[in-house]
């Protein structure tokens, strides 16, 4: 699937022993007056293969759903957002898809009681070993709260710092979790275990987490070469079966 498209499929994921999925609400503007509301921030990812969205369970408490919600499909996302917003949003998310670009937006989204709430929506595209596109992972962060006061320089200013430690937050989780599959298929490990080889490797070699981690994904999609120090504890983790290049 090369960018995401408003669908009504569904990606149901019911847990042990409960019944269906209640539907999600589209809210109606309007319907409450703007309220106070504790700020979160929530955590999603659209899988391009599949089409499917993921929402943690924060993402469901800031639109005002139900935990037990349904997994929402893109066009039940869009129309949580205020119209002029839908628009601009997919397009972010076709380039992300399309062409590996990263985003941030200021909108504001509708909740099901009726309530706006204004979000900065993040979005990083998440890539495989050669370098395609194969989801976009991000967080929505509630700002109606606590903007930072002054003249809009400094509070554009302020957005682009927490945006800013935030897309480092998640590219920093990206490589590792790339990282981590590629030791996890050279090794024959576990997600736990490769993770301690990743460390290991920073505490022996002297290097970030992160560093490690974007040498050894770089690496396996051919860009660069593995730094010998890198290469030999990787070689002694292998078993005879898993040679490496």
């Known amino acids: 699937m090369a960018s995401p498209t408003m669908s009504r499929q569904r990606v149901p994921i019911p847990p042990a022993g409960s019944g269906p999925h209640p539907t999600v609400t589209v809210p109606r503007r309007g319907t409450q007056p703007n309220a106070p509301a504790e700020r ?16 943690s369970p924060e993402m469901f408490t800031l639109h005002g759903l139900p935990g037990t919600s349904a997994q929402p499909a893109t066009e039940e996302c869009l129309r949580f957002q205020q119209d002029e917003d839908r628009t601009r949003i997919l397009d972010a998310l076709t380039r992300a898809c399309t062409d590996g670009r990263a985003f941030a937006l200021e909108t504001r989204i509708v909740r099901a009681d009726g309530r706006d709430r204004a979000v900065v929506l993040v979005g990083e595209p998440q890539r495989d070993a050669t370098g395609d596109v194969v989801a976009v992972e991000g967080v929505c962060v509630d700002i109606t709260e606590g903007r930072p006061p002054g003249s809009a320089v400094a509070r554009a200013e302020a957005l682009e710092a927490e945006v800013g430690q935030m897309r480092a937050a998640m590219a920093s989780r990206a490589a590792i979790e790339q990282a981590k599959g590629i030791l996890m ?3 024959s490990c576990g997600d736990q275990v490769a993770f301690e080889l990743l460390a290991h490797i920073s505490s022996h070699t002297h290097r970030k987490v992160r560093d490690v981690a974007e040498v050894i994904t770089r690496s396996a999609a051919g860009l660069c070469r593995l ?3 890198v290469r030999a504890i990787i070689r002694d983790a ?4 898993q040679p490496l290049r």
């Open 238 to 241: 292998c078993p005879p079966t």
């Open 185 to 187: 298929l050279l090794t």
């Open 227 to 229: 730094p010998d120090d």
């Open 40 to 55: 979160v921030a929530g955590r999603y990812r659209y899988d391009r293969r599949t089409g499917g969205w993921w929402w």
